[in-house]
């Protein structure tokens, strides 16, 4: 999505500026959010702390990352707590015929995107920004030459107004075309 799981963690709260909506809202969802990332363990099961953990490490990375967009020193102990969450094991990964699997708990996971924020945020070169659509203001690396991308990734923004563009002409369409009303 955004090009990294800790800056994709970040993006479970969508229109943060907005009217903010939390794609988190229960342990479930944090296990499908874990099995949806790449670089995660396959399935790890959650339970209310496990949410309330990886919230906290999402508000963290969110906080550390705008430090970074704004050019501005690191809050204190938000560096605390996602450099104490990378401390944590690395989740396992084999080789087979069938290609790469990852296992793990959801601290090894929680650990794993820990360590992916630290290393974006240490880079001085990757370019992280805030998309500048208003409904979205999703975290993203810029890898465009001369990082002149503006939004997350014009794929979805852009579909998205797309899509209620044309909902808004079929409802226009549908209102048309409708019956009156007969008097009785
Ligand atoms: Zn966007």
């Known amino acids: 999505m955004s090009g990294n799981p800790a800056l994709d963690l970040v993006g479970t709260v969508q229109s943060r500026r907005d009217r903010p909506v939390d794609l988190l809202a229960a342990p479930a969802d944090l296990e499908r959010w874990v099995l949806e990332c790449d670089e995660l363990p396959d399935q790890v099961s959650a339970d209310a702390p496990a949410l309330a953990a990886a919230v906290r490490l999402r508000e963290a990375l969110y906080q550390l990352a705008l430090d970074r967009v704004r050019n501005r020193r690191f809050t204190p102990t938000s560096l605390d707590l996602v450099n104490r969450v990378a401390a944590g094991p690395p989740p396992k990964v084999e080789l087979s015929d069938t290609g790469l699997r990852r296992s793990g708990d959801l601290r090894s996971a929680l650990a794993h995107v820990a360590r992916s924020g630290i ?49 808004a002409r079929r409802q226009a369409a549908r209102q048309e075309h409708a019956p009156g009303k007969t008097p009785a």
């Open 119 to 167: 290393v974006v945020l240490a880079d001085r070169h990757a370019c992280v920004k805030e998309c500048a659509r208003a409904g979205c203001t999703r975290l993203y690396l810029d890898r465009s030459r001369g990082a002149r991308r503006t939004w997350c990734g014009m794929e979805g923004c852009g579909n998205r107004v797309k899509a209620a563009a044309y909902r």
